[in-house]
Protein backbone atom coordinates (compact mmCIF):
# COMPACT_ATOMS: atom_id res chain seq x y z
CA UNK A 1 0.00 0.00 0.00
CA UNK A 2 3.03 1.86 0.54
CA UNK A 3 5.83 2.69 -1.21
CA UNK A 4 9.39 1.27 0.05
CA UNK A 5 11.52 4.18 -1.69
CA UNK A 6 13.65 6.09 0.66
CA UNK A 7 11.55 9.14 0.70
CA UNK A 8 8.93 7.27 2.40
CA UNK A 9 10.67 4.82 5.17
CA UNK A 10 10.69 7.69 7.58
CA UNK A 11 6.80 8.50 6.83
CA UNK A 12 5.92 5.24 7.26
CA UNK A 13 8.07 4.26 10.17
CA UNK A 14 6.13 7.73 11.97
CA UNK A 15 3.03 6.50 10.46
CA UNK A 16 3.16 2.83 12.43
CA UNK A 17 4.69 4.92 15.34
CA UNK A 18 1.67 6.88 16.17
CA UNK A 19 -0.52 3.99 15.89
CA UNK A 20 1.74 1.65 18.69
CA UNK A 21 1.43 4.91 20.92
CA UNK A 22 -2.68 5.58 20.30
CA UNK A 23 -2.62 1.90 20.95
CA UNK A 24 -0.48 2.02 24.22
CA UNK A 25 -2.14 5.40 25.41
CA UNK A 26 -6.03 3.40 24.64
CA UNK A 27 -4.89 0.51 26.78
CA UNK A 28 -3.70 2.74 29.62
CA UNK A 29 -6.39 5.09 29.58
CA UNK A 30 -8.87 1.93 29.90
CA UNK A 31 -7.29 0.27 32.73
CA UNK A 32 -7.25 3.73 34.38
CA UNK A 33 -10.71 3.85 33.36
CA UNK A 34 -11.58 0.24 35.39
CA UNK A 35 -10.03 1.77 38.74
CA UNK A 36 -13.43 3.49 39.43
CA UNK A 37 -17.04 2.62 38.21
CA UNK A 38 -17.30 3.61 34.64
CA UNK A 39 -20.55 3.86 32.04
CA UNK A 40 -19.08 1.74 28.75
CA UNK A 41 -20.71 2.26 25.45
CA UNK A 42 -20.43 1.26 22.39
CA UNK A 43 -22.09 2.88 19.34
CA UNK A 44 -22.30 2.60 15.67
CA UNK A 45 -23.05 4.73 12.78
CA UNK A 46 -23.00 4.79 9.15
CA UNK A 47 -23.81 6.98 5.81
CA UNK A 48 -24.75 5.62 2.62
CA UNK A 49 -25.36 8.05 -0.36
CA UNK A 50 -25.08 9.17 -3.98
CA UNK A 51 -24.59 12.15 -5.15
CA UNK A 52 -24.83 14.22 -9.22
CA UNK A 53 -22.84 17.47 -9.75
CA UNK A 54 -23.83 18.92 -13.52
CA UNK A 55 -20.60 21.06 -13.44
CA UNK A 56 -17.71 19.87 -11.35
CA UNK A 57 -15.40 22.00 -12.68
CA UNK A 58 -17.45 25.37 -13.01
CA UNK A 59 -16.62 26.08 -16.93
CA UNK A 60 -19.21 27.30 -19.34
CA UNK A 61 -17.32 25.79 -22.40
CA UNK A 62 -16.42 22.03 -21.00
CA UNK A 63 -19.42 21.07 -18.59
CA UNK A 64 -18.65 18.50 -16.98
CA UNK A 65 -21.07 15.97 -14.99
CA UNK A 66 -20.48 13.06 -13.04
CA UNK A 67 -22.01 10.37 -10.14
CA UNK A 68 -20.15 9.52 -7.30
CA UNK A 69 -21.50 7.14 -4.44
CA UNK A 70 -20.32 6.84 -0.67
CA UNK A 71 -19.96 4.82 2.09
CA UNK A 72 -18.72 5.83 5.43
CA UNK A 73 -19.24 3.51 8.63
CA UNK A 74 -18.38 5.07 12.12
CA UNK A 75 -17.50 2.81 15.48
CA UNK A 76 -17.54 4.80 18.63
CA UNK A 77 -16.21 3.79 22.08
CA UNK A 78 -16.97 5.65 25.04
CA UNK A 79 -16.38 5.03 28.73
CA UNK A 80 -17.53 7.49 31.54
CA UNK A 81 -16.86 7.96 35.30
CA UNK A 82 -16.96 10.56 38.11
CA UNK A 83 -13.06 11.21 37.12
CA UNK A 84 -12.56 10.52 33.45
CA UNK A 85 -13.89 10.50 30.25
CA UNK A 86 -12.91 8.01 27.34
CA UNK A 87 -13.69 8.34 23.86
CA UNK A 88 -12.50 6.86 20.30
CA UNK A 89 -13.71 6.34 17.19
CA UNK A 90 -12.73 5.28 13.72
CA UNK A 91 -14.32 6.40 10.64
CA UNK A 92 -13.33 5.12 7.59
CA UNK A 93 -14.58 6.75 4.21
CA UNK A 94 -14.73 5.05 0.40
CA UNK A 95 -15.47 7.29 -2.25
CA UNK A 96 -16.15 5.93 -5.94
CA UNK A 97 -16.21 8.62 -8.89
CA UNK A 98 -18.37 6.44 -11.49
CA UNK A 99 -17.63 8.69 -14.54
CA UNK A 100 -13.88 8.46 -14.01
CA UNK A 101 -14.40 4.93 -12.71
CA UNK A 102 -11.56 5.99 -9.41
CA UNK A 103 -12.27 6.21 -5.66
CA UNK A 104 -11.00 8.27 -3.20
CA UNK A 105 -10.01 6.44 0.60
CA UNK A 106 -10.14 8.05 3.97
CA UNK A 107 -9.11 6.58 7.25
CA UNK A 108 -9.88 8.76 10.74
CA UNK A 109 -8.97 8.03 14.01
CA UNK A 110 -10.05 10.15 17.38
CA UNK A 111 -8.67 9.43 20.81
CA UNK A 112 -9.72 11.91 23.29
CA UNK A 113 -9.02 11.40 27.07
CA UNK A 114 -9.79 13.61 29.71
CA UNK A 115 -9.17 12.98 33.71
CA UNK A 116 -9.84 15.39 36.56
CA UNK A 117 -6.45 14.75 38.80
CA UNK A 118 -8.09 16.94 41.88
CA UNK A 119 -10.55 19.67 42.08
CA UNK A 120 -7.85 22.35 41.49
CA UNK A 121 -6.09 20.62 38.00
CA UNK A 122 -7.53 18.68 35.32
CA UNK A 123 -5.69 17.93 31.89
CA UNK A 124 -6.97 16.50 28.51
CA UNK A 125 -5.03 14.37 25.47
CA UNK A 126 -6.09 13.79 22.31
CA UNK A 127 -4.81 12.82 18.88
CA UNK A 128 -6.44 12.64 15.67
CA UNK A 129 -4.64 9.93 12.70
CA UNK A 130 -5.96 10.72 9.12
CA UNK A 131 -4.57 9.21 6.34
CA UNK A 132 -6.03 9.64 2.85
CA UNK A 133 -5.70 7.95 -1.00
CA UNK A 134 -6.71 9.67 -3.49
CA UNK A 135 -7.07 9.73 -7.62
CA UNK A 136 -4.51 12.16 -9.86
CA UNK A 137 -6.41 15.05 -11.08
CA UNK A 138 -7.80 16.34 -14.86
CA UNK A 139 -5.18 19.28 -15.10
CA UNK A 140 -6.23 19.11 -19.49
CA UNK A 141 -7.90 22.77 -18.93
CA UNK A 142 -5.53 25.15 -21.10
CA UNK A 143 -4.81 27.57 -18.33
CA UNK A 144 -3.39 27.43 -15.17
CA UNK A 145 -5.87 28.80 -13.35
CA UNK A 146 -8.52 26.41 -14.62
CA UNK A 147 -6.35 23.64 -13.98
CA UNK A 148 -6.36 24.94 -10.18
CA UNK A 149 -10.06 24.05 -9.56
CA UNK A 150 -9.23 20.24 -11.08
CA UNK A 151 -6.55 19.74 -8.38
CA UNK A 152 -7.03 18.21 -5.00
CA UNK A 153 -7.78 20.34 -2.05
CA UNK A 154 -4.70 19.23 -0.47
CA UNK A 155 -2.73 20.17 -3.73
CA UNK A 156 -4.50 23.44 -3.71
CA UNK A 157 -3.17 24.15 -0.47
CA UNK A 158 0.23 23.45 -1.34
CA UNK A 159 0.14 25.91 -4.23
CA UNK A 160 -1.46 28.63 -2.26
CA UNK A 161 1.25 28.21 0.28
CA UNK A 162 3.72 28.92 -2.13
CA UNK A 163 2.57 31.68 -4.00
CA UNK A 164 0.15 33.20 -1.44
CA UNK A 165 1.83 33.35 1.85
CA UNK A 166 1.55 37.14 2.27
CA UNK A 167 -2.67 37.19 1.95
CA UNK A 168 -4.07 37.61 5.31
CA UNK A 169 -7.39 35.50 4.65
CA UNK A 170 -10.04 35.88 6.65
CA UNK A 171 -10.33 33.07 9.03
CA UNK A 172 -6.46 32.44 9.25
CA UNK A 173 -5.74 30.24 6.19
CA UNK A 174 -6.83 29.07 3.04
CA UNK A 175 -10.36 27.27 2.64
CA UNK A 176 -9.71 25.12 -0.79
CA UNK A 177 -13.95 23.99 0.30
CA UNK A 178 -14.76 28.62 -0.08
CA UNK A 179 -15.58 28.91 -3.43
CA UNK A 180 -14.72 32.34 -3.40
CA UNK A 181 -11.68 31.94 -1.59
CA UNK A 182 -11.22 29.81 -4.87
CA UNK A 183 -11.69 32.49 -7.05
CA UNK A 184 -9.38 35.23 -5.92
CA UNK A 185 -7.04 32.62 -5.99
CA UNK A 186 -7.52 32.14 -10.04
CA UNK A 187 -7.42 35.97 -11.01
CA UNK A 188 -3.73 36.17 -9.43
CA UNK A 189 -2.33 32.74 -9.87
CA UNK A 190 -0.59 33.26 -13.51
CA UNK A 191 0.73 36.83 -12.36
CA UNK A 192 2.40 35.37 -8.84
CA UNK A 193 3.53 32.17 -10.67
CA UNK A 194 4.98 35.12 -13.80
CA UNK A 195 6.81 37.15 -10.48
CA UNK A 196 7.70 34.05 -8.22
CA UNK A 197 11.45 32.68 -8.40
CA UNK A 198 12.70 29.86 -10.51
CA UNK A 199 12.56 27.45 -7.51
CA UNK A 200 9.45 28.69 -6.53
CA UNK A 201 7.81 28.16 -10.15
CA UNK A 202 9.64 24.56 -10.06
CA UNK A 203 7.97 23.65 -7.15
CA UNK A 204 4.64 24.98 -8.50
CA UNK A 205 5.28 22.91 -11.71
CA UNK A 206 5.44 19.81 -9.90
CA UNK A 207 2.46 19.81 -8.11
CA UNK A 208 0.74 20.80 -11.60
CA UNK A 209 2.57 18.03 -13.62
CA UNK A 210 2.41 15.19 -11.06
CA UNK A 211 -0.93 16.12 -9.81
CA UNK A 212 -2.12 13.29 -12.21
CA UNK A 213 -0.75 10.42 -10.39
CA UNK A 214 -2.22 8.78 -7.53
CA UNK A 215 -0.88 9.89 -3.89
CA UNK A 216 -1.75 9.58 -0.51
CA UNK A 217 -0.92 11.61 2.21
CA UNK A 218 -1.11 10.71 6.37
CA UNK A 219 -1.59 13.59 8.87
CA UNK A 220 -1.09 13.42 12.75
CA UNK A 221 -2.07 16.38 15.66
CA UNK A 222 -1.37 15.21 19.43
CA UNK A 223 -2.38 17.76 21.90
CA UNK A 224 -2.15 17.92 25.58
CA UNK A 225 -3.82 20.65 28.06
CA UNK A 226 -3.69 20.98 31.45
CA UNK A 227 -5.78 23.30 33.35
CA UNK A 228 -5.36 24.48 37.20
CA UNK A 229 -7.59 26.54 39.17
CA UNK A 230 -5.38 28.23 41.94
CA UNK A 231 -8.16 29.86 43.73
CA UNK A 232 -11.61 30.35 42.98
CA UNK A 233 -11.22 33.50 40.35
CA UNK A 234 -7.99 32.32 38.56
CA UNK A 235 -7.44 29.88 36.08
CA UNK A 236 -4.61 28.80 34.57
CA UNK A 237 -4.22 26.88 30.90
CA UNK A 238 -1.22 25.33 29.42
CA UNK A 239 -0.43 22.71 27.17
CA UNK A 240 1.50 21.00 24.07
CA UNK A 241 0.06 20.21 20.17
CA UNK A 242 2.70 18.44 17.79
CA UNK A 243 1.10 17.85 13.99
CA UNK A 244 2.83 16.08 11.53
CA UNK A 245 2.18 15.55 7.19
CA UNK A 246 3.62 13.41 5.28
CA UNK A 247 2.60 12.16 2.07
CA UNK A 248 4.15 9.73 -1.10
CA UNK A 249 4.16 12.50 -3.59
CA UNK A 250 7.59 14.19 -3.50
CA UNK A 251 6.09 17.75 -4.60
CA UNK A 252 3.68 17.51 -1.33
CA UNK A 253 6.03 18.82 1.57
CA UNK A 254 6.20 17.09 4.66
CA UNK A 255 5.70 19.33 7.84
CA UNK A 256 6.35 19.02 11.38
CA UNK A 257 4.84 22.03 13.87
CA UNK A 258 5.44 22.04 17.71
CA UNK A 259 3.27 24.47 19.45
CA UNK A 260 3.02 25.09 22.86
CA UNK A 261 0.94 27.54 25.16
CA UNK A 262 -0.04 29.23 28.21
CA UNK A 263 -3.16 31.38 29.38
CA UNK A 264 -3.97 33.07 32.42
CA UNK A 265 -7.54 34.09 32.85
CA UNK A 266 -8.98 36.07 36.04
CA UNK A 267 -12.30 36.88 37.40
CA UNK A 268 -12.34 40.36 38.88
CA UNK A 269 -16.20 40.29 39.27
CA UNK A 270 -19.22 38.58 38.19
CA UNK A 271 -18.90 41.36 35.04
CA UNK A 272 -15.58 42.10 34.37
CA UNK A 273 -13.20 38.97 33.22
CA UNK A 274 -9.33 39.26 32.31
CA UNK A 275 -7.31 36.87 29.87
CA UNK A 276 -3.86 37.02 29.15
CA UNK A 277 -1.97 34.33 26.52
CA UNK A 278 0.90 33.22 24.68
CA UNK A 279 1.32 30.59 22.06
CA UNK A 280 4.84 29.53 20.13
CA UNK A 281 4.74 27.52 17.15
CA UNK A 282 7.65 26.50 15.18
CA UNK A 283 7.17 24.75 11.79
CA UNK A 284 10.02 22.61 9.83
CA UNK A 285 9.20 21.58 6.36
CA UNK A 286 11.36 19.67 3.55
CA UNK A 287 9.84 22.26 0.61
CA UNK A 288 9.80 25.39 1.83
CA UNK A 289 10.89 27.65 4.04
CA UNK A 290 10.62 26.86 7.90
CA UNK A 291 9.06 29.89 10.06
CA UNK A 292 8.19 30.02 14.18
CA UNK A 293 5.76 32.40 15.47
CA UNK A 294 5.13 34.50 18.84
CA UNK A 295 1.62 35.03 19.36
CA UNK A 296 0.43 37.16 22.91
CA UNK A 297 -2.63 38.32 22.88
CA UNK A 298 -4.92 40.32 25.59
CA UNK A 299 -8.72 40.17 26.03
CA UNK A 300 -11.27 41.58 28.57
CA UNK A 301 -14.68 40.72 28.62
CA UNK A 302 -17.51 42.92 29.90
CA UNK A 303 -20.63 41.75 30.98
CA UNK A 304 -23.21 44.32 31.41
CA UNK A 305 -26.25 42.47 31.94
CA UNK A 306 -27.67 38.79 31.59
CA UNK A 307 -28.71 39.44 28.07
CA UNK A 308 -25.76 41.62 26.97
CA UNK A 309 -21.82 41.17 26.65
CA UNK A 310 -18.85 43.26 25.55
CA UNK A 311 -15.26 41.90 24.78
CA UNK A 312 -11.97 43.79 23.30
CA UNK A 313 -8.72 41.67 22.05
CA UNK A 314 -5.51 42.66 20.73
CA UNK A 315 -3.09 40.06 19.17
CA UNK A 316 0.68 40.85 18.18
CA UNK A 317 1.87 38.11 16.15
CA UNK A 318 5.38 37.73 14.73
CA UNK A 319 6.35 35.59 12.13
CA UNK A 320 9.84 35.02 10.88
CA UNK A 321 11.38 32.86 7.81
CA UNK A 322 14.13 30.99 7.59
CA UNK A 323 14.23 31.57 3.43
CA UNK A 324 13.18 34.00 0.98
CA UNK A 325 9.86 34.33 2.47
CA UNK A 326 9.14 37.67 4.32
CA UNK A 327 8.68 37.92 7.50
CA UNK A 328 5.74 40.02 9.08
CA UNK A 329 4.09 41.26 12.12
CA UNK A 330 0.21 41.05 12.14
CA UNK A 331 -1.71 43.41 14.57
CA UNK A 332 -4.78 42.66 15.36
CA UNK A 333 -7.78 44.32 17.12
CA UNK A 334 -10.77 41.86 17.96
CA UNK A 335 -14.26 43.84 18.97
CA UNK A 336 -17.46 42.06 19.64
CA UNK A 337 -20.99 42.79 21.06
CA UNK A 338 -23.24 39.79 22.25
CA UNK A 339 -27.08 40.84 22.75
CA UNK A 340 -30.11 38.34 23.50
CA UNK A 341 -32.98 40.32 23.01
CA UNK A 342 -35.63 37.72 24.13
CA UNK A 343 -36.48 34.16 24.08
CA UNK A 344 -36.08 34.19 20.48
CA UNK A 345 -34.19 36.81 19.56
CA UNK A 346 -30.75 37.40 19.79
CA UNK A 347 -28.27 39.98 18.09
CA UNK A 348 -23.83 39.29 17.29
CA UNK A 349 -21.40 41.46 16.15
CA UNK A 350 -17.52 41.27 15.42
CA UNK A 351 -15.55 43.73 14.41
CA UNK A 352 -11.56 43.14 13.62
CA UNK A 353 -9.34 46.37 12.75
CA UNK A 354 -5.81 44.63 11.35
CA UNK A 355 -2.67 46.02 10.04
CA UNK A 356 0.58 43.26 8.45
CA UNK A 357 3.67 45.01 8.62
CA UNK A 358 6.24 43.19 6.00
CA UNK A 359 9.86 43.32 5.73
CA UNK A 360 10.53 43.09 2.03
CA UNK A 361 6.98 43.32 0.63
CA UNK A 362 3.96 45.45 1.01
CA UNK A 363 2.38 46.08 4.38
CA UNK A 364 -1.04 45.53 4.34
CA UNK A 365 -4.48 47.00 6.33
CA UNK A 366 -7.94 46.29 6.89
CA UNK A 367 -11.21 45.12 8.69
CA UNK A 368 -13.83 42.35 8.83
CA UNK A 369 -17.04 43.08 10.19
CA UNK A 370 -19.36 40.69 11.04
CA UNK A 371 -23.06 40.42 11.95
CA UNK A 372 -25.37 37.68 13.09
CA UNK A 373 -29.22 38.11 13.67
CA UNK A 374 -31.46 34.97 14.76
CA UNK A 375 -34.91 34.54 15.69
CA UNK A 376 -36.62 31.63 16.46
CA UNK A 377 -40.25 31.35 15.41
CA UNK A 378 -42.46 28.30 15.80
CA UNK A 379 -41.13 24.95 14.75
CA UNK A 380 -38.46 27.20 13.65
CA UNK A 381 -35.74 29.50 13.47
CA UNK A 382 -34.50 32.07 11.32
CA UNK A 383 -30.90 33.21 10.86
CA UNK A 384 -28.98 35.98 8.87
CA UNK A 385 -25.76 37.09 8.50
CA UNK A 386 -23.99 39.78 6.90
CA UNK A 387 -19.87 39.68 6.79
CA UNK A 388 -17.55 41.85 4.49
CA UNK A 389 -13.69 42.47 4.49
CA UNK A 390 -11.69 44.91 3.28
CA UNK A 391 -7.80 45.50 3.18
CA UNK A 392 -5.29 47.91 1.38
CA UNK A 393 -1.94 47.63 0.61
CA UNK A 394 1.09 50.10 0.91
CA UNK A 395 3.00 49.68 -2.12
CA UNK A 396 4.54 52.72 -3.24
CA UNK A 397 4.57 55.09 -0.12
CA UNK A 398 0.52 55.36 -0.63
CA UNK A 399 -1.99 52.57 0.07
CA UNK A 400 -4.33 51.07 -2.64
CA UNK A 401 -6.81 48.77 -2.80
CA UNK A 402 -6.18 45.06 -2.55
CA UNK A 403 -8.96 43.38 -1.73
CA UNK A 404 -13.19 43.95 -1.01
CA UNK A 405 -15.35 41.70 -0.26
CA UNK A 406 -19.23 40.66 1.02
CA UNK A 407 -21.37 38.40 1.66
CA UNK A 408 -24.90 37.97 2.92
CA UNK A 409 -26.34 34.64 4.33
CA UNK A 410 -29.69 33.23 5.13
CA UNK A 411 -30.91 29.95 6.81
CA UNK A 412 -34.41 28.54 7.46
CA UNK A 413 -34.61 25.68 9.64
CA UNK A 414 -38.20 24.48 9.98
CA UNK A 415 -39.73 21.57 11.72
CA UNK A 416 -43.09 20.49 9.11
CA UNK A 417 -44.46 17.65 11.23
CA UNK A 418 -42.71 15.45 13.87
CA UNK A 419 -40.67 13.62 11.60
CA UNK A 420 -40.15 16.10 8.89
CA UNK A 421 -37.48 19.17 8.83
CA UNK A 422 -36.08 21.38 6.67
CA UNK A 423 -32.98 23.80 6.11
CA UNK A 424 -32.95 26.42 3.61
CA UNK A 425 -30.29 28.11 2.93
CA UNK A 426 -28.92 30.93 0.43
CA UNK A 427 -25.80 33.41 0.12
CA UNK A 428 -24.67 36.09 -2.11
CA UNK A 429 -21.29 37.84 -2.34
CA UNK A 430 -19.11 40.04 -4.16
CA UNK A 431 -15.14 40.27 -4.17
CA UNK A 432 -13.11 43.02 -5.83
CA UNK A 433 -9.42 42.14 -5.80
CA UNK A 434 -6.38 44.15 -7.31
CA UNK A 435 -3.06 42.98 -8.36
CA UNK A 436 -0.34 44.96 -10.05
CA UNK A 437 -2.92 46.79 -10.70
CA UNK A 438 -5.53 44.62 -12.51
CA UNK A 439 -8.58 44.81 -11.04
CA UNK A 440 -11.23 41.54 -11.24
CA UNK A 441 -14.92 41.46 -9.77
CA UNK A 442 -16.74 38.30 -9.32
CA UNK A 443 -20.21 37.34 -7.69
CA UNK A 444 -20.89 34.16 -6.00
CA UNK A 445 -24.96 33.16 -5.52
CA UNK A 446 -25.38 29.74 -3.52
CA UNK A 447 -28.83 28.20 -2.49
CA UNK A 448 -30.57 25.00 -1.86
CA UNK A 449 -32.99 23.03 0.57
CA UNK A 450 -32.41 20.35 2.72
CA UNK A 451 -34.87 17.76 3.98
CA UNK A 452 -34.73 14.98 6.85
CA UNK A 453 -36.97 12.19 7.28
CA UNK A 454 -36.83 9.36 9.82
CA UNK A 455 -37.95 6.15 8.52
CA UNK A 456 -37.46 4.29 11.81
CA UNK A 457 -35.42 4.73 14.64
CA UNK A 458 -32.38 3.71 13.74
CA UNK A 459 -32.32 4.68 9.93
CA UNK A 460 -32.69 8.48 8.37
CA UNK A 461 -33.42 9.83 5.19
CA UNK A 462 -31.14 12.90 3.84
CA UNK A 463 -32.03 14.85 0.46
CA UNK A 464 -30.43 18.03 0.01
CA UNK A 465 -29.74 20.16 -4.18
CA UNK A 466 -27.23 23.04 -3.84
CA UNK A 467 -27.24 25.83 -6.71
CA UNK A 468 -24.28 27.83 -7.33
CA UNK A 469 -23.95 30.80 -9.80
CA UNK A 470 -20.66 32.19 -10.86
CA UNK A 471 -20.02 35.81 -12.57
CA UNK A 472 -16.47 37.09 -13.15
CA UNK A 473 -15.62 40.00 -15.38
CA UNK A 474 -11.71 38.07 -15.13
CA UNK A 475 -11.35 35.72 -18.31
CA UNK A 476 -9.72 33.67 -16.01
CA UNK A 477 -12.64 32.81 -14.46
CA UNK A 478 -15.96 30.97 -16.44
CA UNK A 479 -19.13 32.02 -15.55
CA UNK A 480 -20.86 29.12 -15.29
CA UNK A 481 -23.47 27.38 -12.87
CA UNK A 482 -23.66 23.73 -10.87
CA UNK A 483 -26.16 21.52 -9.62
CA UNK A 484 -25.58 19.36 -6.77
CA UNK A 485 -27.96 16.46 -5.39
CA UNK A 486 -26.99 14.41 -2.54
CA UNK A 487 -29.14 11.43 -1.10
CA UNK A 488 -28.35 9.76 1.75
CA UNK A 489 -29.47 6.93 4.42
CA UNK A 490 -27.98 7.25 8.07
CA UNK A 491 -27.91 4.47 10.59
CA UNK A 492 -27.14 5.05 14.36
CA UNK A 493 -27.64 2.73 17.04
CA UNK A 494 -25.88 1.70 20.62
CA UNK A 495 -24.48 -1.69 19.88
CA UNK A 496 -23.06 -2.23 23.53
CA UNK A 497 -23.96 -0.74 26.85
CA UNK A 498 -22.55 -1.97 30.20
Known amino acids: M ?194 ASPEIQSEVDGIMNQSTERYQYWSNISTLDGFYQYDRNNLISFGYSYRTTHSDADYLSQNNTHSPYISLQHIFSPEFEFLLAYHFSSIKSDLSNDSSSHLTSL ?75 THLVQHGKLSLNGRTNVSDLKTTGTWDPFRKAWVVKTTFDYQFSQKLKTNIFTSYGKTQSWYLKSKSTYSIYTGGIETSYPLNKWLDLDLEYRYTLLNSDNLLIDESTNNKITLTISAADDLWRW
Open 2 to 195: FSSSNHNDHPLIVKHTYFIVCLITCLLCSTHQATAAAIDNIRILGDAGVSYESNVYYSNTDETSEWASFISPTIIYTSTSNINQLSISYNPEYIRNHRRNTYTLYNDVDLSFNHRASNRLSYNFSNNFNHASAPGAETTASSMSMNFVRIDPAQQVAIVNLLFYDVSWPDGEFDPMNPAQVAFVQTELQVRYDA
Open 299 to 373: RTTYTIDHARQFYVEYGNKQVDFDGSQTSQTEHRLDMGYDHTFNQRTSFNFTGQPFLLERKSRADERGYIIDATL
